[in-house]
Antibody, heavy 121, light 109 residues
Framework: QITLKESGPTLVKPTQTLTLTCTFSGFSLSTSGVGVGWIRQPPGKALEWLALIYWNDDKRYSPSLKSRLTITKDTSKNQVVLTMTNMDPVDTATYYC?????????????WGQGTLVTVSS | EIVLTQSPGTLSLSPGERATLSCRASQSVSSSYLAWYQQKPGQAPRLLIYGASSRATGIPDRFSGSGSGTDFTLTISRLEPEDFAVYYCQQYGSSPVFTFGPGTKVDIK
């Protein structure tokens, strides 16, 4: 059974750095073709893809947020970490992590439940 | 950068009716790399269709996808009460790797 779960602070102040952790089970991030991505959704708005890390440590970022994002993985702990610097109230959103595989659908087959992050002083 | 546009923004229909949702891309998208998701309030999105027309695991056959190039369609043949939700199209490409459309809300008339 594949599961993913996001964790991190629910409230951050403007200018702070956000660190979110995705802890997963049921698959390995050392398997060829597997990746874990981060997607966010401001309240009442659309989904926005943020970042993706592959089994081979290849990393991809949203061009509009690239300067603020860092994605890393710890294969032994089954975790992926996303950091976003210089947080602003417009970054208030539910943040999801999701499983991606280039050998299955190529899309996000499994998602975490999401974690709501509010940016406010 | 590929931009996805979805129409209509909201579709008001009754259970049992047919729903037709459109996704248009600013540049040609390989059919292999176009997907549809369903999202209900308070839930994560669920993958419905990938490769423009293949149903994901466990998706009922009342959901179907079609299209190519820049125009794609999601059809729900007969709306069930649980189908009232927001639907997003998504493309997988080079840069950015993923793009989502703005969504179409299907609500009860």
């Amino acid at each position: 059974q594949i599961t993913l779960k996001e964790s991190g602070p629910t409230l951050v102040k403007p200018t702070q750095t956000l660190t979110l952790t995705c802890t997963f089970s049921g698959f390995s991030l050392s398997t060829s073709g597997v990746g874990v991505g981060w997607i966010r959704q401001p309240p009442g708005k659309a989904l926005e893809w943020l970042a993706l890390i592959y089994w081979n440590d290849d990393k991809r970022y949203s061009p509009s947020l690239k300067s603020r994002l860092t994605i890393t993985k710890d294969t032994s702990k089954n975790q992926v970490v996303l950091t976003m610097t210089n947080m602003d109230p417009v970054d208030t959103a539910t943040y999801y992590c999701a499983l991606h595989s280039t050998v299955t659908t190529v899309f996000f087959d499994y998602w975490g439940q999401g974690t709501l992050v509010t940016v406010s002083s | 950068e590929i931009v996805l546009t979805q129409s209509p923004g909201t579709l008001s229909l009754s259970p049992g009716e047919r729903a037709t949702l459109s996704c248009r891309a600013s540049q040609s998208v390989s059919s292999s790399y176009l997907a549809w998701y369903q999202q209900k309030p308070g839930q994560a999105p669920r993958l419905l269709i990938y490769g423009a027309s293949s149903r994901a695991t466990g998706i009922p056959d009342r959901f179907s996808g079609s299209g190519s190039g820049t125009d794609f369609t999601l059809t729900i043949s007969r709306l069930e009460p649980e189908d009232f939700a927001v639907y997003y199209c998504q493309q997988y490409g080079s840069s950015p790797v993923f793009t989502f459309g703005p969504g179409t809300k299907v609500d009860i008339k």
